[in-house]
């Protein structure tokens, strides 16, 4: 039974998770953490580029850099615990980091795991690793270690001790003269979105409230409007791994791809970290989104959530976006396509400094 919200709009930071805090923060530590590039300046491993791209990268000598990311599954074990299902969260930590690594063209090559628990169960364990095998080979990434922290006065579950957390550090390798940052982008690019296979792995903290708490659903339920699945299995499809399509049009066409987004936490705010160190004003506009999947219509229902607040914190259809010239667009469509990976041009670089993002039913959103 939905619980009605008298019309007041829902937000993520009601949720909470305070989207604005957040980037305040990483001010702060982008702040501090930039006074250590100085120490590797001039010595292998010299730090090339600015704080809060999708990976930081080293020089590693040869023309060839380092890329390195940190990123966890979040809240989604969550949802895992609730069906005592655990053998997906593997995938999507891969792709939280080989998705990422691949934003700055680099090819992603090995991942290290760090598993908080809160009581050793080794069946979970087993299904989790299972998943972290399954994802490094779709992403052709090698597992060289981890860390199993078991934290019983840290880590609390929602069923005594099957709390978790999963996260973990990545690297992969690219040119120096192959780094792609977002510096090419130029007026009437075109913003090419591969398509999602549901939430993925951001936005949980507000889902999981608005299905279990607002709504008081079970993860048993059917999820409303749908051909069977419950809401437990919807929020738990694993996130997509676009390390295959990307790398094949990177290689194909060169220095006509000019930048790449994991559309993660922020969702399509993501886009305005391809304008980091730009002089160039730009803007996205998009013009052609996917109609958005029936999980997020739901959510909406249940939350009251305005169009805006979807659209910066899911990645309502779209999983990644790739922004090249005009005329490799055909190209890169077939490419993806032909990957079996669906692929659309959902708009075009322009001169308005923001992201305009215009929906199917005539809703126009400014980010």
């Known amino acids: 039974m939905i619980l009605k919200l008298d019309d007041e709009e829902y937000t993520y930071a009601k949720s909470g998770v305070n989207i604005k805090n957040q980037k305040e923060a990483h001010k702060i530590i982008g702040d501090l953490i930039a006074e250590t590039y100085k120490f590797r300046k001039g010595k292998f491993g010299e730090v090339i580029g600015e704080y809060g791209h999708y990976a930081g990268l080293l020089d590693i000598g040869n023309d060839l850099c380092l890329a390195m990311h940190v990123d966890g599954v979040g809240t989604k074990v969550m949802v895992a615990e609730m069906l005592n299902k655990y053998d997906t ?8 980091h080989a998705n990422d690594l691949i934003c700055m063209g680099a090819e992603p090559v090995a991942l290290e795991d760090y598993l908080a628990i809160e009581k050793v169960n080794n069946n979970i364990i087993y299904q989790i690793m299972k998943g972290l095998v399954d994802g490094a080979k779709e992403a052709e990434m090698a597992i060289i270690g981890g860390e ?20 973990g550090m990545s690297i992969g ?3 120096k003269n192959k780094i792609i940052t977002g510096e090419k982008i130029t007026f009437g690019d075109s913003i090419i979105g591969l398509k999602s296979s549901g939430i993925h792995s951001n936005g ?13 659903f079970s993860h048993h339920d059917p999820l409303p409007q749908s051909s069977g699945s419950s809401i437990g299995e919807e929020l738990l ?28 936490g922020g969702a399509f705010s993501k886009l305005h970290r391809l304008k980091v160190g730009k002089k160039k004003k730009i803007g996205f506009h998009i013009n052609n989104p996917p109609k958005p999947a029936n999980i997020f219509k739901q959510i909406q229902k249940i939350t009251n959530l305005s169009h805006k607040e979807l659209y910066k914190t ?28 669906s692929a659309i041009k959902i708009g075009t670089v322009n001169q308005q400094e923001h992201i305009l993002i215009e929906t199917k039913d005539n809703k126009k959103i400014k980010l």
């Open 89 to 96: 969260i593997g995938i999507d930590l891969i792709a939280m």
């Open 148 to 167: 199993t922290a078991i934290m019983p006065d840290v880590i609390k579950g929602n069923k005594s001790g099957k709390g978790l957390d999963l996260s």
């Open 173 to 175: 390798v690219v040119n």
């Open 204 to 216: 949980y903290t507000l889902a999981r409230k608005a299905f279990f708490e607002l709504a008081n």
């Open 237 to 264: 499809k694993p996130t997509k791994i676009y390390v295959k399509p990307v790398l094949k049009v990177i290689e194909q066409l060169d220095d006509q791809i000019h930048g790449l987004a994991h559309i993660t």
């Open 314 to 341: 899911f990645n309502m259809g779209i999983g990644f976006c790739i922004i090249a010239s005009k005329e490799s667009t055909e190209q890169i469509l077939h490419i993806c396509n032909n990957s079996n990976f």
